[in-house]
């Protein structure tokens, strides 16, 4: 029995930090959620990507179409300038064969 309970209490130590790195998430550093963007410049969106489960990369997009692929833990890209109004831009974490596996980031900006 104790055996039984060494055993155990090493698997829960091994498994917990696997759990914990099998978690997938998405964080928009910039702009912040409610921005006011230059409707007549390029804008840079800066973002880190925690891969975990089946995520391998982000797919970035404005409005519902994709505009970028993100295949970096962490970096930038560079948006194309916005028509004045507001937009909804999400990072969307896919496998290898480019299907969303449900983890997203949105956020909504204003370009005037």
């Given at each position: 029995m104790r055996n039984l309970s060494i055993l155990l209490l090493t698997f829960t130590t091994l498994a917990a930090p696997l759990a914990v790195a099998a978690e997938a998430k998405i964080d928009i550093i910039s702009?912040?959620?409610g921005a006011?963007?230059?409707a007549r410049a390029q804008s840079k969106l800066a973002y880190?990507?925690?891969l975990g489960g089946e995520s391998?990369?982000?797919h970035l997009?404005?409005?519902g179409k994709q505009?970028?692929?993100l295949r970096q833990t962490k970096g930038s890209a560079t948006l194309d300038p916005l028509t004045?109004?507001?937009h909804e831009i999400c990072a969307r974490m896919v496998n290898k064969n480019h299907t969303p596996t449900g983890v997203e980031r949105?956020?909504?900006v204003t370009a005037e």
């Amino acid at each position: 029995m104790r055996n039984l309970s060494i055993l155990l209490l090493t698997f829960t130590t091994l498994a917990a930090p696997l759990a914990v790195a099998a978690e997938a998430k998405i964080d928009i550093i910039s702009p912040a959620d409610g921005a006011k963007l230059d409707a007549r410049a390029q804008s840079k969106l800066a973002y880190e990507v925690t891969l975990g489960g089946e995520s391998d990369h982000a797919h970035l997009y404005v409005d519902g179409k994709q505009v970028a692929l993100l295949r970096q833990t962490k970096g930038s890209a560079t948006l194309d300038p916005l028509t004045r109004g507001m937009h909804e831009i999400c990072a969307r974490m896919v496998n290898k064969n480019h299907t969303p596996t449900g983890v997203e980031r949105c956020i909504k900006v204003t370009a005037e």
